[in-house]
């Protein structure tokens, strides 16, 4: 017999007003455990965060799992359950051992087969998304502020936040220590670390005393605030405060700004792997270096960009590494777990047949409910010819018409849920399998190295350089691709798909 734990989440994290409360949780879970006959043996509920894995009472759930008290977990969504790598891969791996038999989810299709555990990869690994949509609420509140003229955060250098009005205001001795910069640079004769240093040596530094880098220099010395425009994701609004730099001064520094960058990109184009990734053996940084060779043979010049450990950390015995060299293996890195675009047919075939069974169900759902609704009206309006015709008493007739009207009010908020919830497990699947198409695409193509760091940051984590080789953790999802080593190669028949989402031999890697 299946045996279910109910587990509910919501951490203080999570802003979020469409997220249930784990009391609305525990009450929904318990109603749907009567519909489907499910049998509960215990409750838990945790209000912590699920973006790190470390939650006290999900690890007591686990280990009951593995005990044999339970074999079934109730959750709302798998989001609740896992929401990075670490936890999520726990879970599927109690499904491959069978000590898990079941998850049930009201809000989220699962089943237990290859494809269902497929698609429980990607509801823990897609809920990064989940988490930038969440910040994205939390920016809502920031846009408006600026609509309104003010900047909603930190002063610039050179101004001040005043507490009380909660306006900015100029900072009468910073300001002019910033106008001094903006016109020493505006001569052309002055670096950024020049720039720097100067205002260290004025009382204008980082928070702990150390000279401001190079880029907020180029931040400070290119920011539209200073003449009164405020910039908030590519728009511009016209701020409310005082300036001190005047639209002649900041044009000029402009000009400067834009031939130094020019000779930097020049340089530097090759850096994109640099701020990714860390040294394996000290965990220091990885940065790049060009060097440039002459040949007095063929009297030749040649370009040579090696990654190297920046040594911040101390000892360490590490070596460069030519980007040749880094890029072939980041190339195979994104090949080994994307799609083959030959892959696409079947995918399409597989998602469409999908989408029909659950179109089928949401309309059979559909149908009885509204059965059910229509039966209550007749009989609200049977009550209701009783009463008219004198033989029902009022308060009878009060309590019965209320009962029945709280029934139709529950059901027609479950038939509005029906129509809501309908296929939307299918979305982020048919996103994620176009994201591993196109970077199988990409990590094709020979001259593409800016588009390769974007798929980098999308399909892992923690990607570190160790003799020469590259390590990294793939997020799940791709892991499951990965493994396989069938979804790089074109698929031979139609079958291949259902072996290709097989999460097998996958043993997730654990904290510590
Ligand atoms: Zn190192």
């Known amino acids: 017999m299946l045996k279910y734990i109910v587990y509910c989440r919501k951490s203080t994290d999570e802003k979020n007003k469409q997220l249930l409360s784990i009391e609305s949780q525990i009450a929904e879970l ?24 470390g939650r006290e009472k999900f690890d007591q759930v686990l280990e009951k799992i593995e005990q044999g008290t339970a074999n079934g977990i109730l959750s709302w969504h798998p989001d609740r359950l ?3 790598s670490i936890d999520g891969g726990r879970i599927v791996y109690l499904l491959d051992r069978k000590l898990l038999l079941d998850l049930k989810f009201p809000a989220f299709w699962f089943q237990n087969t290859p494809q269902g555990k497929f698609m429980l990869n990607i509801a823990f690994s897609q809920s990064k998304y989940y988490i930038d949509n969440l910040s994205q609420n939390v920016k809502r509140g920031m846009r408006q502020k600026i609509r309104r003229g003010e900047w909603p955060g930190k002063a610039p250098y050179g101004y001040l936040n005043n507490r009380q009005n909660k306006t900015i205001e100029i900072d009468l001795t910073k300001s002019k220590i910033i106008s001094k910069a903006f016109h020493l640079f505006s001569t052309d004769k002055y670096s950024f670390t020049q720039l720097s240093l100067f205002m260290a040596e004025q009382g204008i530094t980082k928070g702990n005393g150390q000279p401001v880098s190079i880029n907020q220099i180029r931040r400070i010395l290119s920011n539209k605030f200073y003449i009164g425009i405020l910039t908030y994701k590519g728009e511009l609004h016209k701020g409310n405060h005082q300036c001190f730099i005047n639209k002649k001064l900041f044009d000029r520094v402009q000009k400067v700004l834009e031939r130094k960058s020019r000779a930097r990109t020049q340089g530097l184009h090759f850096a994109f792997f640099t701020g990714l990734a860390t040294c394996g053996e000290c965990g220091a940084g990885i940065t790049a270096e060009q060097h440039i060779k002459y040949y007095k043979g063929t009297n030749r010049v040649a370009k040579y960009v090696y990654y190297r450990c920046t040594k911040k950390k101390g000892v360490c015995s590490q070596k460069y590494l030519s980007q040749t060299n880094l890029v072939s293996q980041l190339r ?12 696409k047919p079947y995918i399409n075939t597989w998602i469409k047949e999908k989408m029909d069974e659950e179109k089928s169900k949401v ?17 609200l309006s049977k009550l209701l010819d009783l009463f008219l015709e004198d033989n029902l008493d009022k308060s009878i007739y009060q309590t019965k018409q209320n009962n029945l009207f709280e029934q139709k009010q529950k059901l027609e908020e479950k038939i509005k849920q029906i129509q809501h919830k309908g296929s939307s497990w299918l979305e982020p699947l048919k996103e994620f399998l176009r994201c591993t198409i196109l970077a199988h695409k990409i990590a094709h193509k020979k001259s593409a190295l800016n588009e390769l760091r974007p798929i980098l940051k999308n399909i892992g984590s923690n990607f570190t350089l160790l003799d020469k080789r590259l390590f990294l953790n793939l997020n799940f999802a791709y892991a499951t691709l990965a493994t396989n080593g069938r979804a790089a190669c074109a698929p031979k028949t139609e079958n291949d798909f259902s072996l290709l989402v097989t999460p097998r031999g996958i043993e997730p890697r654990l904290p510590g």
Not at 30 to 53: C, G, H, M, N, Y
Not at 335 to 340: A, D, E, G, N, T
Not at 363 to 375: G, H, I, P, V, Y
């Open 332 to 343: 195979q890195t994104i090949k080994s777990c994307s799609l083959h675009p030959n892959w």
């Open 30 to 53: 318990k109603e749907f455990a009567i519909r489907e006959r499910l049998t509960i043996v215990d409750i838990v509920t945790e209000s912590k965060t699920a973006k790190q894995p």
């Open 82 to 84: 896992a929401r990075n």
């Open 363 to 379: 309309k059979a759902k559909l149908k009885t409910a509204t059965n059910r609704l229509s039966a209550i009206d007749q009989k």
